[in-house]
């Protein structure tokens, strides 16, 4: 049983305890009036008695001596009092001598004609004594009740009767009054419950909506990104069509030819730009990190900075005092810093100050990062650009001015390196970037001035070339018989694996992502069974790498170049496997 | 006051007329004699003595008649049946005063009349009932309307240290004071 129950039945049978408590008032009421009845009535027979008494006594020697007369005077006194019905005196021999009736009958002649009283009078007697000899009686008979009391008695009955009676009508409004007051309770309570269910269907068609807003905002987000892409890419896309169009002319000069071929390059080495910043923003970029003191980083990237703002603007490099070494890629680091420099320039409109500043700072979880200030002394940005600077392709530079990617490179870089990037900007107050990542734990700095053999003067070996792409492959192929090496083609990882079971390679350069046997599980298999095979992993973006690296092994960027392409597979060749 | 005994007078001549009516209807009703030798004991009931007038301890009221007794037995019978504070009465019957000294009440019958004198300030409710213009006693009998009444003198009484009750004065048909 509820609460909620036991004091409904509770409030149920409130009214009957009521009723009941009513009853005890009317039956308590009619209790004490009866016993104040007989109480009184008791005083009424001791008044009666006493005039019976005071009769007696005054008549006596009226009886005594025989003198109706005088005993009637004493009798006829009494008549003022109205309830006496019969006052009859009688002599010691039992008749009747004085009296009265209020009737006006006359009074009956004996004690034995005296008929009995009824149950509306009082009768009482006393016996008249003179000196101890007993002379005669008196009866006195009298109402047993006053009609004002009679009244009066029936009155309060009935005042009684009434007082239950409203209680009983009260309690029983008030128990109508509690019911209908329970009713629009229960009702109102459910009205709250009705408003709660619309309550909770609102919100969950706004959770709907906010949702439907989200994914077109992230639609919008994605429409941006690939327009910026198509955008770029269609116009570096113009460059090497226009280019290799113009090279297929016959008899085009010699200079020419090296002119479009040397635009193509630079067309292609600005798409390879493009989609490795794309990847920093994704953080998918196969990272090298390295232990990088950012003192000297900074130092040594002095002249180059210099070079980027441009000569009237100050550049102002405040070292701190020995920060830790970070582990990060190098290049990409080089990158965020002129990225955020170059941004800085534009917000000066070529006149400013641009400092550098470096220092240890503690993130929330108490580790000490470095922290690398770039602040200049520029424009600065309301809070809704500070909101989307990160967003890839966003820019609030003029067409051509820039791409848009560049701070979304060093919010990618920064994430990806476990680090952060904060803004601090308002218009007209300049921004300040801070750059924050996190110490790198005590290692020897690797040697990074070792340069790789040349592959180009590496005698001819036998490569087998794994993917599934037949124009790279082709391309892989051509490049590397070009070099004078020997090629065996694979398009897949199982194919891959049956042949270096069958015949006996000195290098694998094999892609990633392909279907079936990826790059990594054929490295991992051929691992296992050829140890002393090196294998080279090319890739154009790889969430497994990004994610969880390449296990020790050499990886090529696509796109690769003649160059890049010799080395790694020379570096790969000397390394012990 | 005045009124009130007024209104008594008038209202007991009326009840004597009736009572006469009464005696004239029943001729067997009691004799003059009976109802005053009914009377005689009962008095003793509504006056006090002195102490030293009392009788002695125990013993019963004395109740004479001196002169010729008109009561005979009658007065014995009447006397036999009364107790005064459960004593009983005693009649005596005697010749002259002289012995009456122990009575509580004497009776003085008409032919001993003078005797009366010998008796002042002595303790004795003297009762008499001697026609009119002759000696009284502190009771004297009257024939009113045919009934049996008396008057009372009180100041007598007081003499003689008596106290008679004022139920008994009430029924006087005068008192005198």
């Known amino acids: 049983m509820t609460a909620r129950e036991r004091s409904q039945i509770n409030w149920r049978s409130a009214p009957i305890a009521i009723f009941a408590f009513a009853l005890l008032i009317l039956l308590g009421g009619i209790g004490v009036s009866v016993q104040f ?191 910026g892409i198509a955008h770029d890419f269609n116009n570096l896309l113009t460059v090497i069509q226009g280019s290799a169009d113009m090279l297929c002319r016959p008899e085009l000069p010699e200079a020419k030819r090296a002119r479009f071929a040397q635009a193509i390059v630079q067309a292609a080495t600005n798409a390879a730009s493009l989609t490795s910043q794309l990847l920093a923003f994704a953080r998918r970029q196969p990272l090298m990190p390295e232990r990088i003191d950012v003192n000297a980083l900074i130092a040594d990237m002095r002249e180059l900075i210099e070079g980027t703002v441009g000569e009237r603007i100050a550049l102002q490099i405040e070292l701190g005092n020995k920060p830790c070494a970070v582990k990060a890629d190098r290049a990409q680091l080089q990158s965020a810093v002129l990225n955020i420099a170059s941004n800085a320039r534009d917000a000066m409109d070529g006149r400013g100050t641009l400092t550098i500043r470096t220092g240890t700072v503690r993130n929330a979880a108490g580790d000490s990062m470095v922290a690398i200030e770039i602040a200049d002394t520029g424009t600065g940005m309301d809070a809704e650009t500070v909101d989307r600077i990160f967003e890839p392709f966003f820019t609030t530079k003029g067409t051509g001015k820039g791409t848009g990617l560049g701070l979304s490179q060093v919010y990618g870089f920064a994430s990806q390196s476990g680090g952060d990037v904060r803004v601090d900007s308002a218009p007209g107050r300049g921004t300040r970037l801070t750059l924050t990542l996190a110490c790198a734990g005590d290692e020897e700095p690797v040697d990074a001035g070792a340069r790789p053999p040349e592959f180009a003067n590496q005698p001819a070996v036998s490569i087998l070339v794994v993917e599934d792409n037949e124009e790279v492959g082709a391309f892989a192929e051509t490049l590397l018989s070009e070099l004078g090496h020997l090629v065996t083609r694979a398009a897949s990882g199982e194919e891959a694996l049956d042949l270096a079971r069958a015949r006996k390679f000195d290098i694998v350069l094999s892609d990633v992502v392909m279907p079936g046997m990826g790059g990594l599980k054929l490295a991992q298999v051929l691992a296992e069974e050829q140890p002393r095979l090196p294998v080279v992993l090319a890739t154009g973006y790889s969430q497994e790498i990004a994610r969880s690296g390449s296990g020790g092994r050499a990886v090529i960027l696509k796109p690769y170049r003649l160059a890049t392409l010799s080395e790694t597979l020379a570096t790969a060749l000397q390394s012990p496997q | ?139 004297h009998f009257a024939i009113v309307g045919g009934r049996v009444r008396f008057f009372i003198d009180q100041a007598s009484a007081q003499q003689r240290r008596l106290g008679i009750s004022s139920r008994l004065l009430a029924l006087a048909l005068g008192v005198r004071r």
């Open chain 1, 37 to 227: 009845n007989s109480a009184y009535n008791r005083a009424r027979i001791e008044q009666t008695q006493g005039f019976a008494d005071v009769l007696a006594a005054s008549t006596a020697a009226a009886v005594d001596f025989d003198d109706p007369a005088a005993a009637q005077d004493a009798a006829n006194a009494y008549r003022v009092n109205k309830q006496i019905r019969l006052i009859a005196i009688f002599d010691r021999t039992g008749k009747a001598i004085a009296g009265y009736q209020r009737t006006g009958a006359p009074i009956p002649r004996s004690i034995e004609a005296l008929p009995t009283a009824d149950e509306s009078e009082i009768r009482v007697s006393s016996p008249i004594a003179q000196a101890g000899q007993h002379v005669g009686m008196v009866y006195l008979d009298i109402d047993k009740d006053l009609k004002s009391r009679t009244f009066a008695r029936y009155g309060i009955m009935l005042g009684l009767f009434l007082l239950a009676a409203l209680v009983v009508a009260t309690v029983g409004l008030a128990q109508v009054q509690l019911r209908r007051a329970n009713r629009a309770l229960k009702s109102r309570a459910e009205d709250l419950g009705r408003a709660n269910d619309l309550l909770e269907e609102q919100m969950e068609e706004r959770a709907k909506a906010e949702e439907q807003l989200r994914q077109s905002q992230k639609m919008q987000a994605l429409g941006q990104l690939t327009g």
């Open chain 2, 1 to 139: 006051m005045a009124a009130m005994r007024a209104l008594a007078l008038a209202l007991r001549a009326g009840a004597a007329a009736l009572a006469m009516v009464a005696i004239a209807a029943s001729a067997a009703e009691p004799t003059d004699i009976s109802v005053k030798a009914a009377f005689l004991p009962r008095f003793a009931r509504y006056v006090t003595w002195p102490a030293s007038a009392l009788p002695k301890a125990g013993g019963p009221y004395q109740l004479c008649v001196i002169g010729s007794d008109p009561f005979g037995s009658l007065l014995d019978q009447t006397a036999a049946s009364q107790t005064v504070d459960g004593r009983k009465i005693l009649v005596r019957r005697l010749n002259s005063a002289s012995g009456a000294e122990e009575c509580q009440i004497a009776f003085v019958a008409n032919n001993r009349l003078g005797e009366l004198n010998g008796m002042d300030g002595k303790p004795v409710l003297t009762v008499t009932d001697g026609p009119a213009g002759s000696p009284r006693g502190i009771i």
